[in-house]
């Protein structure tokens, strides 16, 4: 059925470094990839998504970009604080009947060193 | 404008008993979604709606019930409650496909 693999499980970068999260997806048919952080003890909330037909969208230090041949997209923060310290879910829109479901990675936890 | 609500925010169940979870919104949104958080798992969505009057299994809906009687609500019901049910639960709704998802605050359920 529909995967998202969500790589790495956690990840602990210096303040000012760079994060990247990369995520594949096994439907070829996606075409929606939104992804959510979401602090401890909050709801997610989306940051940042991308669809199908572009290949890389940026807002200030969030970037992701998407690779629909290989089947993988990934989440790139710039200049890394300690608020972007967090959980953070990809996901992908994996059923072409119009439902809308989304499927999500199993999570990111980064941890941001001052 | 309260968004997405969920009730109750936590709960404990003892084995066998049954219970209802309720996601109130108020954006008149079409598509609503239950979803249970679990260490290391992620996100699994249970079920979901596409509109009133529908409801649809997703990849872990053994154990689990749902009704969208009414557009603003989804309701979530646990007939006979088990341990492997401990989890929190996120509701979330979404305007129209390929659009955000907003989820509500969640439900911390225990069950022992």
């Known amino acids: 059925g529909e995967n998202v693999e969500q790589h790495p499980s956690t990840l602990s970068v210096q303040e000012g470094d760079s994060a990247v999260i990369k995520c594949t997806y096994s439907?070829?048919?996606?075409?929606?990839f939104p992804w959510y952080k979401q602090e401890l003890g909050k709801r997610p909330q989306l940051i940042i998504d991308i669809r199908s037909n572009v290949g890389e969208k940026k807002d200030q230090r969030i970037a992701v970009t998407l690779n629909k041949t290989a089947k993988h997209f990934s989440l790139h923060i710039t200049e890394t604080q300690p608020e972007d310290s967090a959980v953070y879910f990809c996901?992908?829109?994996?059923?072409?009947?119009?439902?809308?479901?989304?499927?999500f990675g199993q999570g990111t936890t980064l941890q941001v060193k001052p | 404008n309260a968004g997405v609500t969920q009730t109750p925010k936590f709960r404990v169940l003892k084995t066998g008993q049954s219970m209802t979870l309720l996601c109130a919104q108020d954006m008149n949104h079409e598509y609503m979604y239950w979803y249970r958080q679990d260490p290391g798992m992620g996100l699994r969505l249970i079920h979901y709606?596409?509109?009133?009057?529908?409801?649809a299994k997703g990849e872990v809906p053994d154990g689990y019930n749902v009704s969208r009687l009414k557009k603003q609500n989804f309701l979530l019901g646990l007939e006979s409650a088990a341990p492997s049910q401990t989890s929190v639960y996120f509701c979330?709704?979404?305007?129209?496909?390929?659009?955000?998802?907003?989820f509500g605050q969640g439900t911390r359920l225990t069950v022992v």
């Open positions: 979330a709704t979404s305007i129209m496909l390929n659009t955000e998802a907003f």
């Open positions: 709606s596409v509109g009133e009057g529908t409801t």
């Open positions: 996901a992908a829109r994996a059923d072409s009947s119009n439902t809308g479901k989304l499927i």
């Open positions: 439907d070829s048919a996606s075409n929606y």
